[in-house]
C-alpha cells in the first residue's frame, strides 16, 4: 500500500465524460490498495476564457481580483471530480490551496509556495477518503488573500503536495504519452523518452516545454521524488523525470535528449548605447526594480568611431510594454538613441546532458539552421543547452530540421495528442 498523488490536466478533465473517466481510473488506482490525493487542474481552456473575460472589462485587472477569479477553474473541477467519484462509490472530499495548506509568498500571478501544511488531507487520508485538491492556488501568508502560482502550476501544487505528505510518486497525467524529444504538436516524428533527468527537464521547462511546470520540476530535484508523466487516456507507461538516467537507459548515448522551443519571449534592443561602465548597470537595475525577468542579452562590440553599442535582451511578451516604458524613462539620463522592441521571434534550444562530453554540437545545429533556411539572431548556452533566437515563423521548421539533425526522428510515429487544443 503506497500514497500516490495523481495531477490532471485541464485537457484531461475537459468535460463531464473526461471527468468520469478520470474518476474510474482514480477509483482504480485506490482499489489497488493506494491511498490518493488527486490535483486537478481546470477543465479545458477555462483560464485563457477567464483571462479574455476579465480583459473584455479591463485592460489591466488587479492581481488580487484576477487570481480570485481564475482559482475559481480549478474549484469548478475539484467538485465536480469528486462528485463522479462519489457515483462510483468511494468517498472523495474536495478542498481549495488554502483549504490543502498551500501557503505562499504575495505575489499575485507567480506566487511561490513557502510551505505546505496538508493536515486537512492526512486527516481525510487517514479516514479512508479520496482527497481531491484544486490545483495552481494557494494563500498568502502575509495578506491572507488567494494566490495563484503561474500558469501551468497545478504540476507545482502536485509535487509540493506530494513532498509535504512524502509520497512514493506523483503521477502527473497529460494529453500525451509523456515527454518527448520535442513537443509532438510541432515534431510528429517525436520520440516518448524512458527517463528525464531533473537537470535536462529544468532546462527544458525553462526553455518553453509547457509538459511540466518549471517550479514542479525545482521542487521534485529538491526532495529527490520521481515524477511519471503520462497520459491519462491511455494505460502506457509514461516518462520518469529521476536523479540520473538508469545504467543502460535510453540516454546513454544521445548527445540531445529534448529540443524545446518558446513563442512567448520578444526581444528589445537599445540603441546607441555610450560604451561607459555603469550604463549596462543602470539599465538593467532599471529593468530589475520593476521585477522583470530577462533572458537572453546581447551586447555588441562598440563602433571605434563613434564609441556607442547596441544591447539587445528578451524578455516575456507580457513584460514588453513595461519594459518598453521604463528604458523611456532613462533614455535621457542614459543618453541611448532608441529603443526597438520586436515581438515576433522564437526561441529554440537543444538540451542534452551528453553535450557536456561531445565536441561539435553547435557546428551540427548551426549547419542544421543554415540548411533549413533559418536565420540566427541571439545565442545563449549552458553547460547542457543551447539556445537561439530566430523569426517566430522559422521556429516550427527550425525545431524539426534540429530533431532531424541529431537523429532524433523516430522510425515509426508514436507521437499521439489525445487532447487539449495547445492553447
Ligand atoms: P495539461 O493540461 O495536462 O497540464 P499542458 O498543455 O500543460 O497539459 O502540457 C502538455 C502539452 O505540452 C502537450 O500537449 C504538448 O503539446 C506540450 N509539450 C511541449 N513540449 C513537450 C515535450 N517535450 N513532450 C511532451 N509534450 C510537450
Ligand atoms: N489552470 C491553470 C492554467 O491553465 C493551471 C494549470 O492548468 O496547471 O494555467
Ligand atoms: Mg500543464
Given amino acids: 500500500m503506497g500514497l500516490i498523488v495523481q495531477k490532471y490536466g485541464g485537457s484531461s478533465v475537459a468535460d463531464a465524460a473526461g471527468m468520469k473517466r478520470v474518476a474510474a481510473r482514480i477509483v482504480a488506482s485506490k482499489r489497488a490498495g493506494n491511498k490518493v490525493v488527486v490535483v486537478v487542474s481546470a477543465m479545458g481552456d477555462t483560464t485563457d476564457e477567464l483571462i479574455d473575460l476579465a480583459n473584455q472589462i479591463t485592460p489591466i485587472p488587479t492581481g488580487r481580483e484576477l487570481d480570485m477569479l481564475l482559482t475559481a477553474g ?64 494557494g494563500i498568502s501568508q502575509d495578506t491572507k488573500d488567494v494566490t495563484t502560482l503561474g500558469r501551468g ?14 509520497a512514493d510518486v506523483c503521477e502527473i ?5 509523456g515527454i518527448f524529444s520535442a513537443d509532438p504538436r510541432v515534431v510528429p516524428a517525436a520520440r516518448k523518452l524512458k527517463t528525464v533527468t531533473y537537470d535536462e527537464m529544468l532546462e527544458l521547462a525553462a526553455s518553453g516545454a509547457k509538459v511540466l511546470h518549471l517550479r514542479c520540476v525545482e521542487y521534485a530535484r529538491r526532495y529527490d521524488l520521481p515524477i511519471h508523466v503520462r497520459s491519462s487516456f491511455t494505460t502506457n507507461e509514461g516518462t520518469w523525470v529521476v536523479k540520473d538516467h538508469p545504467e543502460g537507459g535510453n540516454m546513454e548515448q544521445a548527445i540531445i535528449s529534448g529540443i524545446a ?11 546607441g ?21 530577462i533572458d537572453m542579452i546581447v551586447q555588441n562590440v562598440s563602433a571605434a568611431a563613434t564609441g556607442l553599442t547596441d544591447i539587445s535582451f528578451t524578455l516575456p511578451k507580457a513584460e514588453g510594454a513595461n519594459a518598453s516604458k521604463i528604458l523611456q ?3 535621457g539620463e542614459v543618453g541611448f538613441a532608441s529603443i526597438q522592441y520586436d515581438d515576433q521571434i522564437g526561441k529554440l ?22 540548411d533549413a533556411g533559418v536565420n540566427i539572431e541571439m545565442i545563449s548556452t549552458s553547460e547542457i543547452r543551447i539556445s537561439i533566437i530566430c523569426r517566430e515563423s522559422d521556429l516550427d521548421r527550425g525545431v524539426k530540421a534540429a530533431h532531424t539533425a541529431f537523429e532524433l526522428d523516430a522510425d515509426q510515429i508514436e507521437a499521439v495528442v489525445y487532447g487539449g487544443t495547445g492553447r
Fill in 261 to 271: 522551443h518558446d513563442k512567448t519571449e520578444a526581444k528589445i534592443t537599445i540603441v
Fill in 173 to 177: 497525467y497529460t494529453d500525451v504519452d
Fill in 273 to 293: 548605447v555610450p560604451d561607459r561602465t555603469g550604463v549596462a548597470a543602470r539599465i538593467f537595475q532599471a529593468i530589475a526594480d520593476a521585477d522583470i525577468n
Fill in 74 to 137: 480549478e474549484r469548478i473541477s475539484m467538485a465536480l471530480l469528486a462528485m463522479a467519484i462519489s457515483n462510483l462509490g468511494h468517498e472523495a472530499r474536495s478542498f481549495t490551496g488554502s483549504q490543502a495548506g498551500v501557503i505562499t509568498d504575495s505575489a499575485h500571478g507567480r506566487a511561490r509556495i513557502i510551505d505546505v501544511t496538508p493536515g486537512r488531507i492526512q486527516e481525510a487520508l487517514d479516514e479512508g477518503a479520496i482527497a481531491i485538491v484544486a490545483g495552481f492556488q
Fill in 153 to 166: 502550476g497545478s504540476d507545482t501544487t502536485a509535487v509540493a503536495l506530494a513532498a509535504a505528505l512524502e
Fill in 329 to 331: 524613462a532613462i533614455q
Fill in 349 to 370: 534550444s537543444l538540451v542534452g546532458a551528453g553535450m557536456r562530453s561531445h565536441p561539435g554540437v553547435t557546428a551540427t545545429f548551426f549547419a542544421a539552421m543554415s
